[in-house]
């Protein structure tokens, strides 16, 4: 409960600034007594004197005075800028919340930050690193700004922008007789146990793609993260499947990886850029800036 008002900061200020009663009184239009007053109630709630007030001598602030002072002149601008929309869309545009789907973060994050600042340098960029249901949340409730992720469960309340599309990868053990292959078909692993993401949405997403080819799919596992999925599989516990597709030949313990693209056309995915509703300013121009980037970090 604040206990000292706006008002009386106002009229505290307007004292030490005019050092005098009289005069203060007539700038804030308000009569002297009622000025006086509202001091004398600052004072004895912070127990302290901010004046010193003598007959014939200008009103002159105590060391204390002046410490509140500076203090009470911040929060009054600070006040000010929450009364003024301008105000308030300034220090908005100067800061912008990307999110980013968790198992994208290991492969984009890095070098989004990295060429987001160099081409926004007076824009501070923060991040936030969620799962789909979370993500999606934070982008409706104005908490994320523009969010990178795959376009799963997402409803017309989100504008979409394509960043890239990929399709999944399956992880064997480098002797599985599939490995050597340059691409697999959904059909090729109708008889395999498969590895998949525990995400609600992705295993939905992907038992739909093997339904599609009428493929009931057996599900050996369902992995919390996508370096467990690879690990599994490196360790002979299934095939693999996931649409993130980190770099190297090991997995996570060490164990050898082969990797083989899955080409049929349904199961290609894009990667989207999505906000909702009106934005700050410069969101179209960072869009653009990593819609551009895709160039710079090439989708795996």
């Known amino acids: 409960m604040l206990y000292i008002s706006l008002r009386q900061l106002e009229y505290v200020v307007a004292v030490a600034h005019a050092g005098s009663l009289t005069i203060a009184a007539q700038q804030v239009n308000v009569s002297q007594p009622a000025l006086s007053v509202a001091v004398t109630q600052v004072e004895a709630h912070l127990g302290r004197k901010l004046f010193l007030r003598r007959k014939g001598v200008p009103v002159m602030l105590t060391g204390f005075g002046r410490l509140f002072l500076a203090d009470a002149e911040a929060l009054l601008a600070d006040a000010a800028r929450l009364e003024d929309p301008e105000a308030l869309g300034l220090r908005r545009l100067a800061r912008i919340t990307l999110g980013i789907f968790e198992d994208l973060a290991p492969i984009y994050l890095a ?70 292959r340059n691409e697999i078909r959904l059909a090729d692993l109708a008889d395999r146990p498969l590895i998949l993401s525990n995400q609600g949405l992705s295993i939905r997403h992907m038992l739909g793609l093997f339904r599609s080819v009428g493929v009931t799919p057996l599900v050996a596992h369902r992995a919390t993260s996508v370096e467990v999925l690879r690990s599994l599989a490196a360790n002979g516990e299934g095939v693999g499947v996931s649409y993130t597709n980190p770099a190297g030949a090991l997995s996570y313990d060490g164990k050898p990886l082969a990797r083989v693209p899955i080409a049929d056309a349904q199961a290609m995915e894009p990667i989207v850029l999505v906000h909702c509703g009106d934005q700050p300013a410069p969101l179209p121009a960072i869009r653009a800036a990593i819609l551009a980037s895709v160039v710079q970090t090439p989708a795996k």
């Open 111 to 180: 070098p989004l930050l990295r060429w987001l600042r160099g081409e926004f340098p007076d824009v501070e960029i923060r991040t936030s690193v969620a799962s789909f249901e979370i993500l999606s949340e934070a982008v409706l409730a104005g908490q994320i700004d523009v969010a990178l992720t795959y376009d799963l469960g997402l409803d017309a309340s989100f504008q979409r922008q394509h960043f890239a599309s990929v399709s999944p990868q399956a992880w064997f053990q480098p002797d599985d007789p599939l490995a050597g």
